[in-house]
C-alpha cells in the first residue's frame, strides 16, 4: 500500500466575527500599519544630519532613532535588543501561549488585510465559498481580478514602505517613481511585494503551519499553567455528548436533564478559524491563540441567553479544577532576565562616549631610529565625534614620561557633528639599557573647551626587535 507524500492544500475561507478579541486585534493591526507606514514620514529637527526621524543611512554609516544616533560601533546593541526580544518571547509565551502569533507577527497582520479585503470583494464566507466552486464567467473572473490586484497594491505599498526606512522618505518616493532611485530600492520594494503577496495572499495559514519554526518549539515553553484557547469539554459534551438544539433539547435544564453539553454543534468556530481547525478537539499546532474561536461561541452563547466562557483563555490547571500560578521560577527567570538586560542597555546608551576613539600603531616599520639616539613609533588615532556639536580636540602623551608627540602639519583638530577623521601621530622617546623592549602609554584626548570628559586609549612603544 504506497502512502501519500503530498496533499494538496484545502482552500479555507474564514467567515467574519465581532467581539472583544476581534476588536483587539484590530485595534494593534491600526497601529501597527499606522506605525510602520507613517513612521519614515515623521519629520524630526537635528542641529545637523537628516530631518527625518528613523533612518538608516547605510552610505554614510550610521541609524537615527530619534535623538539617538548609532554608529557601527554601536552593534553590540542590536545584540541586547535581540535578546529582550527573545526574553520577552519566551515570557509571553510561559504565560500566555502564542498570542504574538495571534496578535503582533506580521504574517498575521498582513493576513488579517488580505481576507479582509477579500471579504469586501467577493462577500461573506458563503458567498466565497460559491465564487470559488462556480465555473468561470465575468463575475468570478472580476472579483478574483480585483482581489488579487487589491493585495498586489497593499504588498507594493509594504514593500516601498520598507524602503522608505533607507533613505529620505519626500525625496525617494519622488526618484522612485520617475525612475531615479538606485537599484536596490527597487529590487527590495519588487521582493517585498512578491513575497507578501505569497505569503499574506496565497499561502496564509500554511506559513503558520508548515513553514515557521515557532509551532514546532512553542511546546518547549508550555506547561500547565500557561494560558491557552481552550474548550471546555465537560461543560460542552456533557455525559451524552454534544447536541445541536431541538424541541427537546432547547433550554439549558432539559439539556442538563439529558446528559447533553452547552455545545450546539453550530460549527461557528470552525468557520472563523484562520487556520481551518476545530478548537473542540484539543490544543493543536495550527492554532495561533486568535481568539476569534472565543468570540464566536461567546456570541452564540449569548444568543442562548447561557454563560460565556465555553471556549476561552485558560490552562490546563483551571481546566482540571487547580489555580493557575503565574508566579513561578520560570516566570521569574525571565523577567529578571529581560530587567537585568534592559538595564545594562539603558545604561550603555546613556553612558555612551561624546567622542569615539581608537588607536592602532604603525606596524611597518615598527620603530625608527632617530640621529639623536630616540626612538620613534607611529600611531593612528581615529576619531569620530558622536556628538550633535563640533569638538576642537587636543591629543597627549600620558603615561610614559619624557615622550613628545609629534603630529606633523595639524595644529588643532576640528570636528564637525558626526564627522570622522583619523590622525597620524608620531612619539619619540629616548630609553634607557635597562628599559624592556615595549612600553605602555596612552593618548589622552580632550576638548579644548572643556566641555567633554578625556578620553584616553591605550597602546605601547616598541624600542626594540
Known amino acids: 500500500m504506497s502512502q501519500t507524500l503530498f496533499?494538496?492544500?484545502?482552500?479555507?475561507?474564514?467567515?467574519?466575527?465581532?467581539?472583544?478579541?476581534?476588536?483587539?486585534?484590530?485595534?494593534?493591526?491600526?497601529?501597527?500599519?499606522?506605525?510602520?507606514?507613517?513612521?519614515?514620514?515623521?519629520?524630526?529637527?537635528?542641529?545637523?544630519?537628516p530631518s527625518q526621524a528613523v533612518l538608516f543611512d547605510i552610505p554614510n554609516r550610521r541609524f537615527y532613532l530619534f535623538d539617538l544616533i548609532v554608529y557601527p560601533q554601536d552593534?553590540?546593541?542590536?545584540?541586547?535588543?535581540?535578546?529582550?526580544?527573545?526574553?520577552?518571547?519566551?515570557?509571553?509565551?510561559g504565560i500566555a501561549g502564542r498570542v504574538f502569533c495571534g496578535y503582533f507577527c506580521f504574517q498575521t497582520l498582513w493576513t488579517d488585510v488580505f481576507m479582509f479585503l477579500e471579504r469586501r470583494i467577493q462577500g461573506e464566507?458563503?458567498?466565497r465559498i460559491r465564487l470559488s466552486k462556480q465555473p468561470w464567467n465575468a463575475e468570478k473572473i472580476l472579483k478574483l481580478g480585483a482581489t488579487h490586484a487589491s493585495w498586489l497594491l497593499v504588498a507594493f505599498a509594504t514593500g516601498l514602505?520598507?524602503?522608505?526606512?533607507?533613505?529620505?522618505?519626500?525625496?525617494?518616493?519622488?526618484?522612485?517613481?520617475?525612475?531615479?532611485?538606485?537599484?536596490?530600492?527597487?529590487?527590495?520594494?519588487?521582493?517585498?511585494?512578491?513575497?507578501?503577496?505569497?505569503?499574506?495572499?496565497?499561502?496564509?495559514e500554511q506559513v503558520c503551519t508548515y513553514m515557521c519554526p515557532y509551532a514546532r518549539f512553542q511546546s518547549v515553553m508550555f506547561?500547565?499553567?500557561?494560558?491557552?484557547?481552550?474548550?471546555?469539554?465537560?461543560r460542552g459534551e456533557g455525559s451524552a455528548g454534544r447536541a445541536r438544539p431541538t424541541r427537546d433539547l432547547k433550554s439549558r435544564e432539559q439539556r442538563q436533564e439529558a446528559g447533553v453539553g452547552d455545545c450546539i454543534d453550530c460549527g461557528y468556530c470552525v468557520q472563523v478559524c484562520p487556520t481551518g481547525i476545530d478548537?473542540?478537539?484539543?490544543?493543536?499546532?495550527?492554532c495561533i491563540h486568535c481568539a476569534l474561536c472565543?468570540?464566536?461561541?461567546?456570541?452564540?452563547?449569548?444568543?442562548?441567553?447561557?454563560?460565556?466562557?465555553?471556549?476561552?483563555?485558560?490552562?490546563?490547571?483551571?481546566?482540571?479544577?487547580?489555580?493557575?500560578?503565574?508566579?513561578k521560577l520560570k516566570t521569574v527567570g525571565y523577567g529578571s532576565a529581560i530587567l537585568v538586560v534592559t538595564g545594562l542597555l539603558v545604561l550603555s546608551i546613556l553612558g555612551r562616549a561624546e567622542l569615539d576613539a581608537s588607536v592602532s600603531q604603525v606596524r611597518q616599520p615598527l620603530f625608527v631610529q632617530m640621529s639623536d639616539g630616540s626612538t620613534q613609533n607611529s600611531y593612528e588615532i581615529a576619531l569620530n565625534n558622536k556628538t550633535q556639536r563640533s569638538l576642537d580636540l587636543d591629543i597627549e602623551v600620558v603615561g610614559l614620561e619624557g615622550a613628545t608627540?609629534?603630529?606633523?602639519?595639524?595644529?588643532?583638530?576640528?570636528?564637525?557633528?558626526?564627522?570622522?577623521?583619523?590622525?597620524?601621530?608620531?612619539?619619540?622617546?629616548?630609553?634607557?639599557?635597562?628599559?624592556?623592549?615595549?612600553?605602555?602609554?596612552?593618548?589622552?584626548?580632550?576638548?579644548?573647551?572643556?566641555?567633554?570628559?578625556?578620553?584616553?586609549?591605550?597602546?605601547?612603544?616598541?624600542?626594540?626587535?
Open 125 to 127: 464566507r458563503p458567498a
Open 223 to 234: 506547561d500547565r499553567d500557561t494560558l491557552i484557547v481552550s474548550y471546555d469539554q465537560t
Open 405 to 465: 608627540l609629534d603630529l606633523g602639519r595639524i595644529e588643532e583638530i576640528e570636528l564637525e557633528p558626526s564627522q570622522r577623521t583619523t590622525v597620524l601621530a608620531r612619539v619619540r622617546y629616548h630609553p634607557d639599557e635597562e628599559h624592556p623592549a615595549r612600553l605602555p602609554l596612552q593618548f589622552e584626548i580632550t576638548d579644548r573647551d572643556g566641555t567633554m570628559d578625556p578620553v584616553r586609549v591605550s597602546s605601547q612603544m616598541s624600542l626594540r626587535p
Open 75 to 93: 552593534i553590540f546593541w542590536l545584540a541586547g535588543l535581540l535578546m529582550i526580544a527573545a526574553l520577552l518571547l519566551f515570557l509571553v509565551t
Open 161 to 204: 514602505g520598507f524602503v522608505l526606512y533607507w533613505g529620505d522618505a519626500p525625496a525617494l518616493v519622488r526618484a522612485f517613481f520617475t525612475g531615479d532611485a538606485a537599484n536596490a530600492a527597487y529590487i527590495t520594494a519588487g521582493l517585498l511585494t512578491l513575497t507578501t503577496y505569497t505569503f499574506a495572499g496565497l499561502a496564509r
Open 7 to 49: 496533499e494538496a492544500r484545502t482552500p479555507i475561507h474564514p467567515r467574519s466575527v465581532s467581539g472583544r478579541f476581534r476588536n483587539l486585534k484590530t485595534g494593534i493591526l491600526l497601529l501597527a500599519y499606522g506605525v510602520f507606514f507613517l513612521l519614515p514620514w515623521l519629520r524630526w529637527e537635528r542641529e545637523t544630519g
Open 294 to 327: 472565543v468570540d464566536a461561541c461567546d456570541t452564540i452563547m449569548d444568543k442562548q441567553g447561557w454563560p460565556r466562557g465555553l471556549i476561552r483563555y485558560t490552562s490546563e490547571s483551571a481546566l482540571e479544577g487547580r489555580k493557575t500560578r503565574f508566579l
Open 279 to 286: 478548537i473542540r478537539d484539543g490544543l493543536q499546532i495550527e
